[in-house]
């Protein structure tokens, strides 16, 4: 059995149905992860499994908002999570053909183009007639070497398996970058992890200790109808540590109070948070590539 996996972002114009492409290839309502910034590249709005292969799909935040001085290397940065992808899809609205925008994320390709698939995902075709369509297919394929090009219509579901199929066949032999039971529940773990990180950020300002991930460890539901959930805040020296802990351990109690109350009200119901402080030296080199995802690395899953 071979399997693969790997990153895929979906990138595209604000409306062109990223999150109703998502949304049907995971097949449940995946994308509530919040868009808050954050020190990520880029993370997860879902995952689906297709055959043998593991499709991890990576958001891309701030990347398209237009910018009026908008200089190449600024280009590179932004398009971090892009970047870091296995493959990219372009998804272009069919009515609306190569606006601004599009040529805008056009050039941005050129940039990160080696090294990874790039298709094309022409969305909406119901908005079209089919001739139009043929056109814009070439005129685009003009302009960007594209690996593929498919016609879709997210929201209705035309054409969006040939793409998930297509992906699951160009991804990377690999294994999976997620055990199989964690996949439904992911998104909660994430954003749990999220509400934490952000707590430890907003008490511990400058002090922040860099290169600082939480990942959560397990969620488990219980019969009263409560949450236990264990998360493990990464530090990659042992003065971090003290500096998440705090003076006779009250960082990290107000933390957890403060991210508890938030997963509670989120949730609607009660929560068990514990959190751990764990030194991992060597964490960046180990997992660089999946951390950065917000993935649930742990040593000796290469
Ligand atoms: N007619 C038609 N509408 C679609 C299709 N796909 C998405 N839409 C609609 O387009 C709108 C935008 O879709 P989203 O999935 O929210 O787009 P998005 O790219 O995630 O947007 P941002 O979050 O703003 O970046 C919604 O109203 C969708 O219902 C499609 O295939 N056909």
Redesign the pocket.
């Known amino acids: 059995m071979t399997t693969r996996a790997g990153f895929i972002a979906l990138i595209?114009?604000?409306?062109?149905?990223?999150?109703?492409?998502?949304n049907r290839m995971v097949g449940a309502k995946v994308?509530i992860v919040t868009h808050k910034v954050q020190t990520t590249r880029a993370r997860i709005r879902g995952v689906a499994m297709e055959g043998e292969a593991q499709l991890v799909f990576v958001d891309t935040p701030g990347l398209f908002k237009p910018r009026r001085r908008l200089d190449r290397a600024m280009v590179a940065a932004a398009w971090g999570g892009a970047a870091d992808a296995d493959i990219v899809v372009l998804?272009v609205e069919a009515h609306r053909g190569v606006t601004e925008g599009v040529e805008r994320i056009l050039e941005g390709l050129e940039e990160i183009g080696q090294g990874r698939k790039i298709a094309l995902a022409i969305?909406?075709?119901?908005?079209v007639q089919p001739g139009h369509l043929l056109e814009l297919a070439k005129d685009l394929n003009a302009r960007y070497g594209f690996a593929e090009t498919f016609m879709?219509?997210?929201?209705?579901g035309?054409g969006v398996e040939d793409l998930r199929k297509w992906l699951a066949d160009e991804l990377p032999e690999g294994p999976w970058l997620y055990p199989e039971d964690q996949i439904a529940d992911l998104p909660m773990r994430m954003i749990a992890a999220e509400m934490t990180r952000e707590k430890l950020t907003l008490r511990l300002h400058q002090e922040l200790p860099y290169q600082m991930t939480v990942e959560t460890e397990s969620w488990q539901e219980r019969k009263d109808g409560s949450a236990r959930v264990d998360q493990i805040i990464y530090v990659v020296r042992d003065g971090h540590k003290g500096i998440v802990l705090g003076k006779g351990g009250e960082t990290i109690k107000a933390v957890s109070q403060a991210a508890r109350a938030e997963l509670e009200e989120f949730l609607d119901r009660k929560v068990h948070l514990f959190l751990q402080v764990k030194v991992r030296p060597n964490w960046l080199e180990e997992s660089e590539r999946y951390s950065e995802m917000g993935l649930d690395f742990k040593d000796g899953n290469t």
Not at 152 to 156: C, D, F, G, L, N
Request: no cysteine.
């Open positions: 595209g114009e604000p409306n062109a149905g990223k999150s109703t492409l998502l994308s998804m969305n909406k075709i119901d908005k879709i219509s997210a929201e209705r035309h």
